[in-house]
């Protein structure tokens, strides 16, 4: 028999209660099945690299409750114009070097001006050039958008939902869901990859959590890189402000393995809030599926664990980086959003 027959169907069809179940499942039995999960695609002791680089940070008009770029919000993070394209080369020349496979570009954009993509597309083209697989995150894409980056080689997009359907009111305003669904459409349409997941500990349920990871699993095609992101609690936002209280570290764990679970095929990333997780939390995570990382000491605004530390762990746990070609035929499926921290910050 071979090894692909053993591997369980990727299903679209989860229903909201299959998920809660997957939840509810013992600590010990969830982290045995996501792990298994995982070997059956994955090889469980390789870890993709990527690194991500705010090339416009700062001034998004949008009110996400958990974003320091927000403009409406005082934060200390000062708007900064596009980086010129020979700044971006030299930090991805540097990403590679430190390891990285895939390089990640971010810009606080509500959705970007069409004057702005030949400049963006200059990016990718050159950024590609080098070797690295390319991913954006730029906000809120039209059609036609969406095709002129395909053009430009851009590999992924990313967009996340942020959260569950009925929990994402509370956190955004000012872009309505079916917006970040719209983008996606829009994306797989060009033939990108998608990346898209969302952020827990913002003081969603349980049951809401499972609700984000319906949502992102029931897509027309799975995301090819699903962020699972930990709030950063940034002083002057407004989920700061509220002192919204620290998800439950295996709360967090149980939100890795279930999304193993249903997107069996896709990269489950590590995303903000890591610099705040010990090495045992991250061994967890590892352990439940999670085997994309960002790396470098900044996700755009928020901190991050640097190079250095991310190579001591690797080494204790015997992990090693994914090389580029397993990163780029290990996922069957298609990709995410990264608002990690901010309107545009965390996509990736």
Not at 205 to 218: D, K, V
Not at 237 to 261: C, H, M, S, W
Request: hydrophobic share 40%; proline share 5%.
């Amino acid at each position: 028999m071979s090894v692909v027959s053993l591997r369980p169907a990727i299903r679209h069809d989860w229903s909201r209660q299959e998920v809660e179940a997957l939840f509810d499942l013992p600590f010990p039995v969830l982290m045995a099945r996501a792990a298994a999960v995982h070997a059956q695609y994955f090889n469980p002791t390789e870890v993709q690299v990527s690194t991500l680089l705010s090339v416009k940070t700062g001034g998004c008009p949008e009110d996400c409750g958990y974003c320091p770029q927000a403009a409406r919000y005082h934060t200390g993070v000062e708007a900064t114009k596009l980086m010129p394209t020979d700044a971006v080369l030299e930090k991805a020349r540097q990403a590679k070097a430190a390891g990285a496979s895939r390089f990640c570009m971010g810009a606080a954009w509500r959705s970007p001006k069409d004057r702005d993509i030949p400049k963006v597309a200059e990016m990718i083209r050159e950024v590609k050039a080098l070797g690295l697989e390319t991913c954006a995150t730029l906000g809120m894409l039209s059609e036609t958008q969406a095709v002129a980056l395909r053009a430009a080689g851009l590999d992924y997009y990313n967009h996340n939902l942020d959260s569950a359907p009925d929990f994402y009111g509370d956190i955004i305003t000012t872009r309505e869901y079916q917006d970040r669904l719209d983008t996606l459409s829009h994306v797989r349409d060009a033939g990108m990859k998608t990346c898209s997941g969302g952020i827990v500990g913002m003081g969603e349920s349980r049951a809401q959590r499972a609700g984000l990871l319906h949502a992102l699993a029931t897509l027309p095609a799975h995301p090819d890189s699903v962020p699972i992101n930990r709030l950063v609690q940034v002083a002057g936002t407004p989920l700061a402000d509220a002192k919204t209280t620290e998800l439950d570290p295996f709360e967090f764990v149980r939100t890795v393995a279930v999304a193993r679970i249903m997107m069996p095929a896709s990269m489950v990333r590590l995303s903000a809030g890591r610099e705040t997780m010990n090495d045992e939390l991250q061994a967890l995570c590892f352990l439940a599926g999670a085997n994309s990382i960002f790396h470098g000491e900044k996700l755009l605004t928020t901190g991050n664990p640097d190079v250095g530390a991310d190579e001591r762990l690797f080494a204790r746990l015997g992990l090693r980086p994914m090389p580029f070609d397993a990163a780029a035929e290990g996922s069957c499926s298609t990709t995410v959003h990264a608002d990690i921290m901010g309107a545009d910050e965390a996509r990736a």
